[in-house]
């Protein structure tokens, strides 16, 4: 089993360069979440999507977009990436009813 | 922002030993979870224990919950090298939500 499949694992950006984070997962799990973990702060929730066809915002979704695909797949976007973004950025999925997530390894951005 | 805190931040303890850990939180949850996070990797769901439980095991893991100091204990007793991670304890406050809120972590230490 695959689980939680992040993609890329490493990027390096410039200032007001775009990109996009994949994440997929095979576990036929209605709900998908995007963190980001930086020292000393522990993982903050960007966007979250409840089930296939809905996105909510997390604590701190500004300057981010997301995109839930289909059932498997929630993408990350950074429209106009910015130093602060500098982050590594988790995607997990979870059951709906119990709330358990399952992480994937995560992207490791640095914005330079 | 932060809902559940972690103390001690950091603990080293030599193998064989037991490894305590708290978690504090503030608003009233429908579970707690904790979680493992190995250096450079995702994190690990330990597990899960609901706001009605005051007690639950699994392998060497004990965690504690007590609604009234809002507070949770992880007990890992026997710790091998294996343990060394950061530990967080994250809160799902329910209502329809499904957002989990994580702490900062315990950073444990396993000395061999």
């Known amino acids: 089993n695959a689980g939680v499949t992040q993609t890329p694992k490493f990027q390096v950006l410039k200032t007001g360069q775009s990109m996009t984070l994949q994440c997929a997962q095979d576990?036929?799990?209605?709900?998908m979440y995007w963190y980001r973990q930086d020292p000393g702060m522990g993982l903050r929730l960007i966007y979250y999507?409840?089930?296939?066809?809905?996105?909510d915002k997390g604590e701190v979704p500004n300057g981010y977009n997301v995109s839930r695909l289909n059932k498997r797949e929630f993408s990350l976007r950074l429209e106009s990436a910015a130093p602060s973004q500098t982050s590594v950025y988790f995607c997990a999925s979870s059951v709906i009813t119990t709330g358990e997530l399952f992480f994937g390894e995560g992207s490791r951005l640095t914005v330079l | 922002s932060q809902q559940g805190e972690e103390d001690p931040q950091a603990l080293s303890i030599q193998e064989g030993e037991n490894a305590t850990m708290n978690c504090s939180y503030k608003?009233?949850?429908?579970?707690l979870q904790w979680y493992r996070q190995n250096s450079g990797r995702g994190l690990v769901h330990l597990i899960l224990i609901r706001s009605n439980e005051r007690e639950k095991h699994s392998g060497r893991l004990r965690v504690t919950l007590d609604t009234s100091k809002k507070s949770s204990s992880l007990l890992i007793t026997a710790s091998r090298a294996a343990d060394t991670a950061s530990y967080f304890c994250?809160?799902?406050?329910?209502?329809?939500?499904?957002?989990?809120?994580f702490g900062k972590g315990t950073k444990l230490s396993v000395i061999p």
């Open positions: 994250a809160t799902n406050s329910g209502a329809g939500s499904y957002q989990l809120t």
């Open positions: 576990m036929n799990h209605n709900s």
């Open positions: 608003t009233s949850i429908n579970n």
């Open positions: 999507s409840a089930s296939e066809g809905t996105t």
